[in-house]
């Protein structure tokens, strides 16, 4: 069955500090990949997504993320992180034979300390 | 423009009860989709709608149901509520459907089961 994982419900890093949280997927067909933000009491807002071509993926805010096929991955990285990148940040997938449907990770809470 | 709408933004509704949640799309977006999203979880698709079609079901009970109108709003209808219902419901909207399109959020509507 298809799946995402995200590896640790929560990160902690320093202001200025480099941000990665990680997603791995489980398919045996193309994945598109995407990273959501979500802040305290509010929707979901896309950072970026990767769906063909160049496997690294820039985003807004300073995001990027690179596409590992071979290790079915999708990191979410930023070289330094500022306070108002605290919020939870959900990775997902879609893939051709989804039925149009994303498939969640649980989502990893981001917390940067001053 | 206006982003995806939704309404109520909160509402609180006894056990047994039936809900209704409604959702305007970005305008020219036809596909609406709908997702629970459960505190600490990531979302979990329940419906999309293309052309007032249904283009996918997720894995939730018949006391769910949705329908898409000719100006490509949507509602969401939940019968016989549960406590297990009390969730963020999400609506996202996309100019077409097809998995690597980038779907866009409302705000959600917190509905509370007592």
């Known amino acids: 069955a298809q799946s995402v994982t995200q590896l640790g419900s929560h990160v902690s890093v320093s202001e200025g500090a480099l941000v990665l949280l990680r997603c791995n997927y489980s398919s045996s067909v193309p994945p598109y990949l995407f990273w959501y933000v979500q802040y305290p009491n509010q929707g979901l807002q896309l950072l970026l997504k990767y769906t063909t071509g160049a496997t690294l993926v820039k985003g807004i805010n300073g995001f990027e993320a690179e596409f590992k096929k071979s290790e079915t991955s999708f990191h979410l990285t930023k070289p330094s992180a500022h306070m108002s990148d605290a919020a939870e940040y959900f990775c997902a997938v879609s893939f051709m034979d989804s039925n149009y449907q994303l498939i969640w990770g649980a989502g990893t809470k981001l917390i940067i300390k001053p | 423009d206006a982003g995806v709408t939704q309404s109520p933004t909160h509402l609180i509704k006894t056990r047994g009860q039936h809900v209704t949640l409604r959702c305007s799309p970005i305008?020219?977006?036809?596909?609406v989709s709908w997702y629970q999203q459960v505190l600490g979880q990531g979302p979990q698709f329940i419906f999309q709608y293309y052309e007032k079609e249904e283009r996918g079901r997720g894995n939730f009970p018949d006391r769910f149901s949705a329908r898409q109108f000719p100006n490509y709003s949507s509602e969401l209808n939940v019968n016989a509520l549960l406590l297990g219902d009390s969730a963020l419901y999400l609506c996202?909207?996309?100019?077409?459907?097809?998995?690597?399109?980038?779907?866009?959020f409302g705000e959600g509507s917190w509905l509370t089961v007592v």
């Open positions: 996202a909207s996309s100019p077409t459907t097809g998995s690597g399109n980038t779907i866009y």
């Open positions: 305008s020219g977006h036809k596909s």
